[in-house]
């Protein structure tokens, strides 16, 4: 009797319904837990300059993850790391070098491009030394192949050994290939750098353009030019020698070194039938690098479930706590900490605030609440990488991720932004939760970003797990039209990547509260219905979920 009356109880306070549009009391009440002062006051330690922007494997790195484990045990989660612990230990490849300039060589001349002013560039592999030597510089358009969209742009050439140029972004010609103006994976830089190794390459050098990178020269110069980090390679796993960017204006004169021109390869490369060019031109360069170890981690904590039987099944908060450190070249008296107060203090700090809401409910929901504070996103999402290798339950056991990265600092809106609208059941769920705070739901506003592809929830939905991300609108209230999209893009001009995102008094924490609460709401909804979220049919990560919940099947874990 007394497991029945029990029982009952969670069924008030968790009714195990499908309807997305049911908000209990309880969660309510504990929303309202969600305050701007708490936010502030996780910000300011987090991006305060004692952590010196949180670089990975540095000491302000690890005060981070000790303020995150001490709040997680204050909060009365529990440990979800190895041995007890709330850290998830891995270690980082940290490599310092680049050449400082790059020489290309043709019958018709010779030309040296500048680090830092005409290219970026860092070591591909976990090596002493990197080495280019008279490499074949061909252009492979996008450097996509894509079978679904029947595009090939190798086309079985043999790249062995040669560095190859390629195009950002994928192409935008046809709205019927590639997601039109959204950028898909297939857009994303890892993903052409990884490609290039696959097909044996030696170097590869991606064209950087403001609209193709959706973010300026700037943000490439901070972000690939201090030490750069990979997790250990494992086996035999194919590198590059190189991995380089390019400026517009140094690339046009490379292929004007090669008798062609730039704008003609960019229209050839638009269509199925392209195939490689190479450039009768020569890339060589040879640089040191200091290769070492460094130690970081991911910090987990657990909020068990009630349900004797769901409680094996969590959700899954994720918010990266890393960001870029310390500036290595700083003048004297130049601002050279990197402090990362939206991007992403702020995401870290709306995590914690989730998770005291769910420690204010009266009971645990039904499945578990995993709280992942991870590291190394800045680097290629390394930490999310480790963590989904490396989950402490199956993959098909992870209900949904709802990743934060970022918060709204400039006030209320009337809508909400959720980056790939339209991927997975989750949508219906987000929506009507919106509803009720009277706002709606938008697709991604800047669809030409590969948002989606650019932020930890992409490592969980590789693996099939129903992902939502998700920030705040853009139509602001009290605002004229466009203000929002305004604002956005001159925070990305100005303060992106740069040690000028720094907690200011002058940030609007009301609408940040809103989304807070939404992230709650949502979590706590897939936390006490029956039904697992899913993605929706023909979603390219559609295949890997259900190969993840046959997994199980095939374990009788389910």
Known sequence: MKRTLVLLSALVLFPLAASAQSTTAAEKS??????????QAH????????????????????????????????????????????????????????????????????????FHEDFIASSGVQAEESVLQDSELVFVGYGIQAPEYEWDDFKGMDLKGKTLLILNND????????????????????????????????????????????????????????????????????????????TDEATRRVVQLSGRDLDTLRSMAQKRDFRPVPLGVTVSTRFANQVRRRPTANVLGLLPGSDSKLSKEVVLYTAHHDHLGMKAEAKPGEDA??????????????????????????????????????????????????????????????????????LNIHGRTRDVTVIGLGKSSLDKTLTALAAGQGRIVRG???????????????????????SAYFSSGMDFIGRPPGWGKERREKWEAEHYHQPSDELRPDWDYSGAVEDVRLFFLLGSHVARTRELPRWNKGDEFEGPRLQALEALKSEGAR
């Open 337 to 406: 900490i990197y402090n990362g107060a939206v991007d992403n203090a702020s995401g870290v700090a709306a995590m914690l605030a989730v998770a005291r809401a769910f420690s204010a409910l009266p009971r645990p929901p039904p499945r578990s609440i995993l709280f992942a504070a991870v590291a190394a996103e800045e680097q290629g999402l390394l930490g999310s990488q480790y963590l989904a290798e490396h989950l402490p339950v199956p993959a098909g056991r992870v209900a949904a991720n709802i990743n934060i990265d970022g």
């Open 30 to 39: 504990a929303s309202r837990t969600i305050r701007p002062e708490d936010l």
């Open 171 to 246: 192409p935008e010609d046809d709205p019927k290939l590639f997601g039109g103006k959204a950028r898909l994976w297939y857009g994303r830089w890892d993903y052409k750098y990884e490609q290039a190794a696959k097909v044996g390459a030696a170097g590869a050098i991606i064209l950087h353009t403001t609209p193709s990178a959706g973010y300026p020269w700037q943000v490439v110069q901070t972000s690939w030019s201090g030490e750069q980090f990979e997790l250990p390679a494992a086996g035999a796993q194919p590198r590059l020698q190189m991995k380089a960017w390019t």
């Open 444 to 466: 991604d506003q800047l669809p030409d970003r590969g948002f989606f592809y650019r932020s930890d929830q992409f490592n969980f939905a590789k693996r099939g797990i129903p």
């Open 43 to 114: 910000i300011g330690f987090l991006a305060s300059d004692l952590l010196e922007g949180r670089g990975p494997g540095t000491r302000g790195d690890a005060l981070a993850q000790q303020y995150l484990a001490a709040q997680f045990r204050l909060l009365g989660l529990q440990p979800a790391g190895p041995d007890g612990s709330y850290l998830q230990p891995f270690d980082l490849v940290g490599m310092t070098g680049h050449p400082e300039t790059l020489s290309f060589t043709a019958p018709q001349g010779r030309l040296a491009l500048r």
